[in-house]
C-alpha cells in the first residue's frame, strides 16, 4: 500500500500580486526530484485540476499546480472565468511572466532544486504551457491537453528548449483546422521537438469528466481520448524527466 501524498497551499508572488498554488508530493521518496507545473483552465485552481497535480504524484513527480489569477480569485461564473482569461491572454508577455512565476517557485522549492522540470495544463492552462515553451523557458517538456495552439507571438528559431506535446480533438471548435497548420509550421519553423496527437471523437475539454458526454456544442469528456492522452503525457514526462519512482 502506497504511502499517502502531503499537499500544501503555497504562498508566492508576481510582481507584488498575491498567488496561491497548490502542491502535492510522495513524502517517502527522496528529493529533489523532478518537478511538474500544471497550469489551470480558464475557471483557475479547481478540484480538477488539483486531482491532476495529486496523480502526478502519486507517479513521484513533485507537482505544482500555479495561480495565474490572484490569491482568492476563484471565478463562480463563465463570465468571471472569461474577464480573468482574457486580461491574460490579451497581454501575452504578462501571461508568460505571470507563468514563469509559478515555474520559478517549483524549480526553487528544495524538492525539485536542480532537477528537470516540465509544464502541462487543460484548455487555457494548456496554451499557457505552450506559451512557456514557446518563450523558451527551461522546460524538458511542454504538454498541452485540448489548450488552444495559436498564438500573436510565435516562437522565434531556436527559442523552444522544451519536448512539445499537444494533445488535440478533432472536433474541438476552439481550435480550428488553419490553427493547427498554423501551429505545426510554427514549431517547425522553430526547429523544435514536437508531437500533435489529434484524437477522433473528441472535442474542447475531453479530460474533464465533469462535462456532459454529449458532443453537441463540442465541449464534451471522451473517456479514451482522456486516458490515451494520460497514458502520452506521462510516457513523455518519463522520457524527459526519468521516472523518479524506484521500480521493485
Not at 486580461?87 to 514563469?100: C, F, G, N, Q, W
Amino acid at each position: 500500500m502506497s504511502a499517502p501524498l502531503r499537499t500544501e497551499r503555497v504562498l508566492y508572488d508576481h510582481d507584488g500580486l498575491p498567488l496561491e498554488g497548490y502542491a502535492a508530493y510522495d513524502p517517502t521518496l527522496p528529493w529533489p526530484r523532478p518537478g511538474v507545473l500544471v497550469c489551470h483552465m480558464w475557471k483557475g485552481l479547481v478540484p480538477f485540476v488539483e486531482e491532476r497535480a495529486r496523480a502526478l504524484a502519486a507517479l513521484g513527480f513533485v507537482a505544482f499546480a500555479l495561480d495565474l489569477y490572484g490569491r482568492g480569485v476563484r471565478p463562480q461564473s463563465n463570465e468571471e472565468a472569461a474577464r480573468e482569461m482574457n486580461r491574460l491572454v490579451a497581454d501575452i508577455p504578462l501571461l508568460r511572466r505571470r507563468a514563469r512565476a509559478g515555474l520559478a517557485r517549483l524549480a526553487d522549492s528544495p524538492l525539485v532544486r536542480g532537477c528537470e522540470v516540465a509544464a502541462l495544463g487543460y484548455c487555457f492552462g494548456g496554451g499557457v504551457a505552450l506559451e512557456l515553451a514557446r518563450d523558451g523557458a527551461d522546460l524538458a517538456a511542454a504538454i498541452s491537453f485540448h489548450g488552444l495552439l495559436d498564438t500573436p507571438r510565435r516562437a522565434a528559431r531556436g527559442a523552444v528548449q522544451a519536448r512539445v506535446l499537444a494533445l488535440h480533438g478533432v472536433l474541438d471548435p476552439m481550435v480550428s483546422a488553419d490553427h493547427v497548420r498554423a501551429f505545426q509550421q510554427e514549431m517547425e519553423d522553430a526547429g523544435a521537438d514536437w508531437q500533435l496527437v489529434v484524437y477522433g471523437r473528441a472535442g474542447h475539454g475531453f479530460t474533464n469528466y465533469e462535462l456532459p458526454r454529449d458532443p453537441r456544442g463540442g465541449l464534451f469528456y471522451e473517456p479514451d481520448a482522456d486516458r490515451r492522452s494520460w497514458e502520452g503525457a506521462t510516457a513523455l514526462l518519463r522520457e524527459a524527466l526519468g521516472d523518479p519512482r524506484p521500480r521493485n
